[in-house]
């Protein structure tokens, strides 16, 4: 049997969204051929969470789910210390999902200075300076479990990852989750009437999508090989980026009818421009429901 | 294009916008203008294919010409309050200075909407003016300066308020010089559109 790659899956202030979310890879029993988790939180594994904690394990990547604060322990030992430890020895360590990688959600909670492993939000953090070159960024919530798995087999394969400044993998972050999106007919001509749920209309206008600068390849690589959010009719939150999550995600915030936020890289000008003009035809066909019988 | 053809066209523009603010649109022709700028019929058609394409170039240019003007008080680093006076400054000046611009805009984009359907749809033909005042306003909400509002019904405020006492004066009977009203009007606008 081919050699397994060791991996830890190592909890801190999470709600285990990445570890469910994981195990909805489709292709999980080829995986487990080619990795071993030394221990993960809800799949069998050798060692139990004390034994990782105390004994000194083999292991060659840490994952790390959930926002970090010097207060908060795993089998009564603070989790930094556990990261400190396993990081002398991994080769790389990846933060799985946006509370790992930029404190996310928790950040609101009791715990003190929530951060993720190297930026509390946008803000840059020294405290495990000496490990940000091995360290890649899966940030989501959840994290894309094909986004996980691949990058995984790319460490595996000691593949060189071209990593943004936030250390994502551009293969993935590069791309906004506007890209690829099938309601970019209704953005390009701004037809805004959308339902929840249904099939027309973008949702870019009132409904709060983010999509236009989320960072995510959601409607490039589908969520179970299916659908993504925006498919769905339900506006993307942003999930990846470091200021989620943001509040009243479902309305767009506008000043006086234009959007706070526009497509990364489109000055306010050039967006006018372009909106005014689009705005000015009445395509029929996108007004319309798409079956109407 | 040459600026040499490019600056003929202006001059076609300018001329023809003085014909027809003055004159009426239906009333000017090809050869009226061509008469004013010593031109033959002939050659003015290698500038401007039909009449109905030069009104709509002179819409544009008019655009143009402001947005400019005002993108120039978007750019400057002063108060909301302060923006709402220079946009009405700049306003009544070209009303002042060069009113057949105004007149084109009022009596003849407004009044002769059959002529712009086509190429002029929604608000394209005056887009780079439009532009700018929505930056005015989107600016002005997000400091915290104005009330956050549909675009329109401030827009309406704004400029329906500038267009009538433009036509006003135009009719003859503003009893005194638009620069007179700047005070109040910019007292007034900032006050309907302020928190």
Redesign the interface.
Known sequence: MKKRMKVLWLSAIACNGNTHSFLNYPYIEQFLNDFEFIYHPVIDSDYTLQEIVLKDIPCDILLIEGSLSDEFKKADVSVIEIIKKYTKKVKKIVTVGTCATFGGIFRESDYKDVSGLHFNQEKRIDKFQDIFKKTVSLSGCPTHPEVLANTLYAIKKSAELHLDSFLRPKEYYAYTVHNGCIRNEYFEYKVDKHKFGELEGCMFYDNGCQAPFTHASCNKILWNEVNSKTRAGVPCVGCTEPSFPKQNLFITK?????P?NLPIGVG??AY??LA??S???KIDRLEKKLFDD | MSDRKQGKKEQIMQVALELFASKGFYSTTIPDIATSLKMSVGNMYNYFKSKDILAREIIKYISIYLGKKIRVINEEDISTKEKTRKIIEIYFKTATKKPEMIDYFLRIYLSNREVFKDGCEGMICVNEFVTEVMIYFEEGVKCGDLRDQDFFSAFGLFMGYLGGMVFLKGENILPKELDSYIDDISFNIYKALSL
Do not use: D, V, W, Y
Request: proline letters at 0%; a positive charge; zero cysteines.
């Open positions: 506008k000043n006086m009818g234009i706070e306010k000008r006018l421009t005014g003009i705005k000015a035809f």
